[in-house]
């Protein structure tokens, strides 16, 4: 017989278990949801008189106050916040637009303070705090780049903060290698480099 109550009192103690796992997962507050759209100004005449291969965060303006350089410009996120690139509200031309492709992030270098050049590992960093999306190919927001391999380009690049268990602000530079569409033409790579800080979730 005391093998049976030995049974029953396992099962007991995995139930309460359980029970508490789902009781702290029913109270936990939901992430709020913020949508963070950037205020994209790009020279693209200005741009395009760039080799591919240049780096144009001069001539990129994401809104920021007066005074405050691109590269130096930082946003702000925390759990639960979704950052929107989209097309810039000016600078545009008739059949003009920029179409986003890569993403790389960096970390801060030990050796170097202030200069963001260790490349942190994109699969870790977006399974751990990144949720990215762009548009699918073939969609009416992808557009289709022969200079690489036919790769699709998207008109909008989507970031959400999904990592819950930073208990540290973080800090990366981010490069967003973008294409611009030029009359049915696409002409790139060029690269945008600012700033990004996750806030510790406390």
Do not use: H, W
């Not at 992430?31 to 008189?49: A, C, K, S």
């Not at 022969?146 to 602000?169: A, C, H, K, M, W």
């Amino acid at each position: 017989m005391k093998k049976p109550i030995y049974t029953l009192i396992i099962l007991s103690l995995l139930l309460t278990a359980c029970s508490f796992g789902d009781d702290d997962g029913g109270n936990q507050e939901l992430p709020f949801e913020v949508t963070i759209i950037p205020d994209i100004t790009v020279q693209v005449d200005e741009v395009l008189n760039r080799p591919p291969g240049s780096d144009i965060t001069d001539l990129v303006d994401f809104g920021q106050p007066s005074g405050v350089s691109t590269s130096d410009f930082t946003l702000e996120v925390q759990f639960g916040q979704r950052i929107i690139f989209d097309q810039p509200t000016s600078g545009l031309g008739l059949n003009q637009g920029i179409l986003y492709s890569r993403l790389a992030f960096f970390e801060e270098n030990p050796a170097d303070p202030g200069v963001f050049d260790v490349p942190v590992d994109t699969l870790d960093l977006y399974g751990s705090l990144f949720d990215k999306s762009v548009a699918d190919p073939g969609s009416g927001n992808a557009v289709e780049f022969p200079g690489d391999n036919n790769r699709s380009l998207s008109s909008f690049l989507n970031l959400e903060v999904i990592g819950q268990d930073n208990t540290e602000e973080l800090e990366y530079k981010y490069e967003i290698e973008v294409a611009i569409y030029d009359d049915e033409t696409v002409v790139g790579y060029y690269v945008i480099d600012p700033k990004l800080i996750v806030r510790a979730n406390n």
